[in-house]
């Protein structure tokens, strides 16, 4: 068992666990709507996907977006999570991420699709 995400206290005052898949797709949010800089003892974390919400989602733009979020979760989670695809699809103000991955407690392939309004 894990630590959830976001940290809360569960029903008996204990902190709240998470499951290998609920930890796995935490992990993802986490790389993905962390802002390089935003945390201090690791200022290169994060995918910078928060910046790119507000450009053009067309063409060269929209590849490098998805490269970069790629190579994001490929550089901070590489022993948990294996990633296989990334599509980012951005409707100012708000992106939306689908990741397909796979784990090594999960064998088969997971497809999670994350929104958020920036």
């Given at each position: 068992?894990?630590?959830g995400f976001p940290f809360r206290v569960d029903s008996r005052g204990r902190t709240a666990a998470?499951?290998?898949e609920d930890h796995a797709r935490a992990l993802i949010e986490q790389v993905l709507f962390t802002a390089p800089g935003e945390r201090v003892n690791r200022p290169d974390f994060g995918s910078g996907l928060r910046q790119l919400v507000f450009e053009s989602?067309?063409?060269e733009l929209a590849t490098a977006t998805r490269a970069l979020v790629h190579a994001a979760l490929q550089q901070w989670l590489p022993a948990e999570v294996g990633v296989q695809a990334v599509?980012?699809?951005v409707a100012d103000p708000t992106a939306e991420v689908t990741v397909r991955y796979r784990t090594r407690s999960m064998p088969a392939p997971r497809t999670a699709v994350f929104t958020?309004?920036?």
């Open positions: 068992m894990h630590i998470a499951d290998d989602a067309a063409g599509d980012v699809a958020r309004t920036v």
